[in-house]
């Protein structure tokens, strides 16, 4: 196996559309404007190569396909298994002509060791294909038979081959119109961009329908482009206000194409945008009216969000005005407010989740009054977002514990919302009631909830013991109340609180009556 070799190339230039890593100026000398021009000058520049033998090519595929997963592996074509690269004199893995030699490449020469040209593959995949056409009729070759996307990857390899080698003819191999709709249904991905590199190092040339898909359809569609790509609705999105939770708010733009030949078209954003789309390689519309959605998200910190989204046609040849290379750009302005998440506190100084509120000595029968909870949110007064108090529960020793009033909604930042809470005891002893705050930003994308907790402790004492009946008043009717309770073993009975209700008390009772109330 040959030693690994460092590729260095340079990135395009904006008139390559920044496609894949052709070294710069390589293609200055393309500098045609119509399909037989460009078609003239790629033959000469791709015929500019170093051939590498048929039999060193069993070494080279083994660099030019290597698994990026697996470096001791290779990928075979066709059916996208990763074997080890070691060559076995043909018996795990040979070589595959994408364009057999029965169909004119030849048995010797560099269409017969074209690395662009030259795949490893399975023996019997191989030996199945034969010297079958591309297609999907009956008889035919299907690339993507196997379940893996060869189509594009094949039809690319046909109009290398027929433009280097002009002696090759493209009906012999498949349709050409279904080939071009392979080329534009699957577009040049990282993989084939890779691969392109790769064997430019070996053989010094280059499949430039890879770095420029644009060039099919100038090449060999069926005349200049009447494609026109249009972002639907307006020229611009404004998100309006959100919740910057370090996620990018995300939205969808349509992208319409008219026109009945394909086309392709590249993205690009500026500023706080962002799109899966725009991956710095061309897309491509297949044939007719067309519609896709496009990924377009929007961060860059707190505050007033903008950027813009450029669609681009990257057509060579135009039917007319607006169509094809005639298509001007489109551009796309979207703005938002992001908003920093709310902070909830149960402190104005701090970030504070859990407090306790101690009202003391509270009187059986009798009110705390109202009790004033602040819960302040202590995000930016101007960036941060509202906080919402959006529930209270309360648990545990929660009898006579009350919520007075509604939740709050939109608590400004820098600013506190108010709950009211009052205890009236029913009876004699300690209170300890949990009040479990739920709290959440304004409702706007990207919200998020959580929880602040409340202690509310209290001590419910008894000033009158022998106010059995609790009319307010000592009478012959309370020690009614009282015998009754002893009957019913109520804990009104337990006048000493000794924890029992026993004769005992009926002396405390006694006591507790002539003591009076205060």
């Known amino acids: 196996m040959p030693n690994r070799m ?17 070294p710069a100026g390589y293609y200055d000398p393309v500098t045609g404007t119509d399909g037989p021009t460009i078609f003239a000058q790629l033959t000469t520049l ?6 590498r033998s048929y039999d060193a090519a069993r070494n080279i595929l083994q660099v030019t396909d290597e698994d990026p997963s697996n470096p001791n592996n290779i990928i075979l074509v066709y059916n996208g298994a990763s074997i080890v690269s070691t060559w076995t004199s043909g018996a795990t893995w040979n070589r595959e002509h994408c364009w057999p030699r029965s169909l004119g490449v ?15 593959c399975n023996p019997s995949v191989n030996s199945s294909r034969g010297n079958k056409k591309f297609g999907t009729a009956p008889g035919q070759w299907d690339p993507d038979q196997f379940g893996h996307e060869y189509r594009g990857e094949m039809a690319r390899v046909v109009f290398y081959a027929a433009t280097r080698y002009t002696y090759l003819s493209i009906p012999v191999i498949g349709s050409q119109p279904q080939l071009i709709d392979w080329h534009f249904d699957q577009m040049p991905d990282a993989d084939d961009r890779r691969r392109n590199d790769s064997v430019y190092v070996y053989q010094q040339n280059r499949n430039p329908f890879v770095d420029r898909p644009e060039w099919v359809w100038a090449v060999f569609g069926d005349g200049p482009s009447d ?9 611009s999105i404004d998100l309006g206000a959100f919740i910057d939770d370090g996620t990018p708010v995300q939205t969808t733009v349509g992208l319409d194409k008219t026109g009945s030949a394909p086309t392709t078209y590249l993205v690009s954003v500026s500023g706080d945008v962002s799109s899966d789309a725009a991956t710095g390689a061309q897309a491509g519309f297949g044939r007719g009216v067309r519609s896709e959605s496009i990924p377009v998200s929007l961060a860059g910190g707190h505050g007033l969000l903008q950027g813009t989204l450029t669609v681009e046609t990257t057509e060579i040849t135009s039917a007319g005005a607006g169509q094809g290379s005639a298509d001007a750009a489109d551009v796309l302005t979207v703005t938002g ?6 902070l909830a506190s149960l402190d104005p100084a701090q970030p ?5 509120v101690d009202l003391g000595e509270i009187p059986v029968g009798a009110s705390s009054g109202p009790v004033s909870v602040p819960v302040w949110n202590l995000a930016d007064p101007v960036l941060g977002a509202g906080l919402d108090i959006d529930a209270v529960t309360i648990t545990g020793q929660a009898e006579g514990v009350s919520l007075l009033g509604a939740p709050l909604l939109g608590v400004p930042g820098g600013s506190s919302g108010t709950l009211t809470l009052e205890v009236t005891p029913t009876a004699q002893g300690e209170i300890a009631a949990l009040a479990t705050i739920a709290v959440s930003d304004e409702d706007l994308p990207g919200a998020s909830s959580s929880e602040l907790t409340l202690l509310i402790a209290a001590s419910a004492v008894d000033l009158c013991p022998a106010d059995v009946n609790r009319d307010g008043q000592l009478t012959p009717g309370d020690f009614n109340a009282w015998i009754l309770a002893f009957n019913t073993q109520a804990p009104e009975c337990d006048i000493n609180r000794d924890g029992q209700c026993t004769p005992g008390d009926f002396n405390a009772w006694i006591f507790a009556y002539q003591a009076g109330c205060p």
């Open 6 to 22: 460092m590729t260095i190339v340079a990135a395009c230039g904006a008139a390559c559309g920044a496609l894949a890593d052709p």
């Open 46 to 51: 791709t015929n500019q190569a170093i051939t």
């Open 106 to 120: 030849g048995s010797s020469g560099s269409d017969n060791s074209d690395l662009h040209m030259l795949r490893p």
């Open 227 to 235: 494609a026109q790509i249009t972002i639907a609705g307006a020229p």
């Open 337 to 342: 407010l992001a908003l920093a998440p709310s």
């Open 352 to 356: 504070t989740l859990i407090a306790t």
